[in-house]
């Protein structure tokens, strides 16, 4: 067999390697940890690649009440993330240190991600929704709502009307304001076939920054609105905590 027979048979062969086998590019992916209420916040979570070596590092990534710039950035063999109470690789299979895991969307590189109670009987104690973290997706000025009520929701913002069906995201870009910069607010639940008020107020315009609201339904049934002021969108490149999870 001539050495070109040799050379084209391995570069066939490598390229019917499955990519696990092969080098597969990483993902880098910036992510911003957000408790849905106080009670949820941890000091202690760390952030783990599943699909990395058994060697590769955890990052610290603790869940505040609160949003700022600080985030953490990891670089990915899968869109998948685990969150887990203790550094380990270990922590990932024992019993009761599970915090959590998400799956990314393709091209979101860049979340906020917001802890919610788990779901009775799940292994993990929260559950993790994402929400798109790029200046396109999300733009300074604006104001993301998702409803994760099982009620229709209608939003009054001065004379324009929203409308979110149960576990749907709606961008405001640009929100109608009064004098002061100031929005004039009246949510309305349909129930029992009635629209029913919910709460009234005035919102601020987020001028430079960004605004997340999120619609629940509480323990007594009703539906109620919680909101996170964002900061203005940062530069991607900027970071405080960085780790590479990656296979050896």
């Not at 992510?31 to 955890?58: G, H």
Request: charged share 20%; glycine share 6%.
């Amino acid at each position: 067999m001539s050495h070109t027979s040799i050379y084209l048979l391995a570069v066939m062969s490598s390229a019917l390697l499955p990519l696990s086998a092969q080098d597969k590019p990483l993902v880098k992916v910036d992510i911003r940890m957000l408790a849905f209420s106080p009670e949820l916040q941890l000091d202690e979570a760390f952030a783990q690649d599943p699909a990395a070596a058994d060697t590769a590092a955890s990052i610290p990534a603790p869940v505040k009440s609160y949003l700022n710039h600080q985030f953490a950035t990891m670089q990915l063999n899968s869109r998948k993330i685990i969150f887990t109470t203790k550094p380990d690789r270990a922590s990932l299979t024992r019993l009761g240190e599970l915090i959590g895991e998400v799956n990314l969307p393709d091209g979101v590189n860049s979340a906020i991600l917001i802890f919610l109670p788990g779901k009775q009987g799940s292994k993990c104690r929260n559950q993790i929704i994402v929400i798109n973290d790029a200046t396109k997706a999300f733009p300074a000025g604006s104001i993301h709502i998702t409803n994760l009520s099982p009620l229709l929701v209608r939003i009054a913002l001065e004379q324009k009307v929203f409308e979110f069906k149960p576990g749907q995201t709606t961008l405001i870009e640009n929100p109608p304001v009064r004098d002061g910069q100031m929005t004039g607010m009246r949510t309305f639940a349909f129930k029992d076939n009635n629209w029913i008020p919910v709460s009234t107020g005035l919102w601020p315009h987020p001028g430079a920054a960004r605004s997340l609201k999120v619609l629940f339904q509480n323990g007594a049934g009703d539906i109620q609105l919680r909101a996170f002021d964002d900061v203005p969108p940062r530069v991607p490149q900027i970071g405080f905590i960085t780790a590479i999870a990656k296979t050896q």
